[in-house]
């Protein structure tokens, strides 16, 4: 789904007051905790994480669940150990409302991603 926002803050407030409203705002905290420094900007109608080097989280609320845009997640979890029970496409998961974040290895994953990305190893699609 699109949301035309202008600022992070904008974008949540024009989300349904939903679960997915709830999973979103759970991943940004996630994503917040484990590296501070990226700056979240809206781009491409979603909400967007980047370093000085370009963008590389995505975080939208679609109809039946929330996608997360994260490029390819066999680099950054060969093992495929980090996101099991999740729903994986290419370059994004799928989270559903049944996931609870809290039991899961998200954080794990995205700490994962980043210490990619501070090693220069490019995990885009």
């Known amino acids: ?11 949540i407030d024009n989300l349904d007051n939903d679960w997915r409203k709830e999973k979103v705002q759970e991943i940004r905290k996630i994503i917040k905790s484990i590296v501070p ?5 809206n781009h491409y109608n979603m909400l967007g994480y980047c370093d ?12 039946n669940y929330v996608s997360f845009y994260v490029g390819n997640t066999k680099i950054i979890d ?3 150990l ?14 559903k409302k049944s996931i609870d974040l809290s039991e899961s290895r998200l954080d794990k994953f995205i700490k994962n991603a980043y210490n990619l ?6 995990f885009d699609c």
């Open 1 to 11: 789904m699109r949301y035309k926002a202008k600022t992070p803050i904008e974008y």
């Open 37 to 41: 420094s990226f700056k979240e900007k």
């Open 52 to 63: 000085d080097k370009g963008f590389v989280f995505h975080l939208n609320a679609q109809k």
């Open 78 to 80: 060969p093992e495929g």
């Open 82 to 95: 980090l996101l099991k029970g999740f729903n994986i496409g290419k370059g994004c998961i799928r989270i």
């Open 117 to 122: 990305r501070k090693q220069n190893i490019d």
